[in-house]
């Protein structure tokens, strides 16, 4: 039996207060080779302490417009995949209102 393992790789430069100032990542199965980011969200479900252990991150010159996109598409994507794990259409359509609500407030174009 073959034992296939996947790895993603995060490499974070801090500056001497440690603040990240460059995040790169691999994800060599998904074709992705030292990427450069400007921010990224980590949740990793603990099932024995059943709690979410989370890490984010951004750079120092990361655009306050651009982490308000990647907020309102990362909630837009978790919408997505609560679907895909519940099957639970009507609080799958409350995020993707609230997800509609936080666009608008915060007067965010559609792309």
């Known amino acids: 039996m073959a034992n296939?393992?996947?790895?993603?790789?995060?490499?974070i430069e801090l500056d001497e207060n440690k603040v990240p100032e460059k995040l790169n990542w691999t994800a060599e199965d998904g074709g992705i080779?030292?990427?450069e980011a400007k921010a990224m969200m980590l949740a990793v479900w603990d099932s024995k302490a059943k709690?979410?252990?989370?890490?984010?991150?951004?750079?120092?010159d990361m655009p306050v417009d651009e982490m308000k996109q990647f907020f309102h598409q990362t909630l837009v994507e978790m919408s997505n995949t609560f679907q895909r794990a519940t099957q639970d259409?009507?609080?799958?359509a409350t995020m993707k209102d609230?997800?509609?609500?936080?666009a608008e407030k915060l007067e965010l174009k559609e792309k």
């Open 4 to 11: 296939n393992t996947s790895k993603i790789v995060l490499n």
């Open 98 to 102: 609230f997800c509609d609500y936080f």
């Open 51 to 60: 709690e979410t252990l989370r890490i984010d991150l951004w750079t120092k």
């Open 33 to 35: 080779t030292n990427e």
């Open 89 to 92: 259409d009507k609080m799958t």
